[in-house]
């Protein structure tokens, strides 16, 4: 099972709106609403963000949604924020009952 | 609240065996629908997903990596341990254990702090 495919950066000024995508299969991304969505502060661990395609875990900001067609999903930020600086990780459950990641994209709050 | 942290060597030598533990607070591994996972992330480099232990002992591997792991759980001692066997310099990597309940949805949450480890002779 290949990793999922995400765009290396992206970037946005503050207050702006930005969508992250993760590409996949119909063996993960397409074949199950189990898409999660991490994010990572350099030196920090993973911080889940979104789970299940579009559900907040408590705490998390409603400026942070998730959606998913056919074998992509996506991550959009809105009224971007210096703190959303950060490495952004996608996951998938797999029809081989594993877990896969994205390659990660590096947001940049310009 | 839910805590994790993992410890283990921070340095081993090729061809060695790693063997992490993972501690966790906050929940018991005999209830069910709880889990588990490691999670490896090389310097600079993407996550890699490893290995998953559910309460009921049920495990789940990387297939990549399959022959070369092993999980395994001390509910008493609230402890997950994964071993993985020849290691070579490319596992160099900050090791993450994370914790998994099936009704919390199909993720990981939280993590722990992760561990370094080198792998070089």
């Known amino acids: 099972q290949s990793a999922l495919t995400q765009p290396a950066s992206v970037s946005g000024s503050p207050g702006q709106s930005i969508t992250i995508s993760c590409t996949g299969t119909?063996?993960?991304?397409?074949?199950?609403?189990?898409v999660s969505w991490y994010q990572q502060h350099p030196g920090k661990a993973p911080k889940l963000m979104i789970y299940?395609?579009?559900n907040r875990p408590s705490g998390v900001s409603n400026r942070f949604s998730g959606s998913k067609s056919g074998n992509t999903a996506s991550l959009t930020i809105s009224g971007l924020q210096a703190e959303d600086e950060a490495d952004y990780y996608c996951?998938?459950?797999?029809?081989?009952?594993?877990?896969?990641f994205g390659g990660g994209t590096k947001l940049t709050v310009l | 609240q839910i805590t994790l942290k993992e410890s283990g060597p921070t340095l081993v030598k090729p061809t060695q065996t790693l063997t992490l533990t993972c501690t966790f607070s906050?929940?018991?591994?005999?209830?069910?629908?709880?889990?588990v996972g490691w999670i490896r992330q090389p310097p600079g480099k993407a996550l890699e997903w490893l290995a998953l232990?559910?309460?009921?002992?049920?495990?789940r591997y990387s297939p990549s990596l399959k022959s070369r792991l092993t999980i395994t759980k001390d509910t008493s001692k609230n402890q997950v341990v994964l071993t993985m066997t020849n290691m070579d310099p490319v596992d160099t990597a900050t090791y993450y254990c994370?914790?998994?309940?099936?009704?919390?949805?199909?993720?990981?949450?939280?993590w722990g702090q992760g561990t370094l480890v080198t792998v070089s002779s």
């Open positions: 994370a914790h998994r309940e099936v009704r919390g949805g199909t993720c990981f949450d939280p």
């Open positions: 906050g929940f018991s591994l005999s209830t069910s629908g709880v889990g």
């Open positions: 232990i559910y309460w009921d002992d049920d495990k």
């Open positions: 119909s063996s993960d991304v397409g074949g199950y609403n189990y």
């Open positions: 299940d395609v579009s």
């Open positions: 996951s998938s459950y797999t029809s081989s009952s594993f877990w896969v």
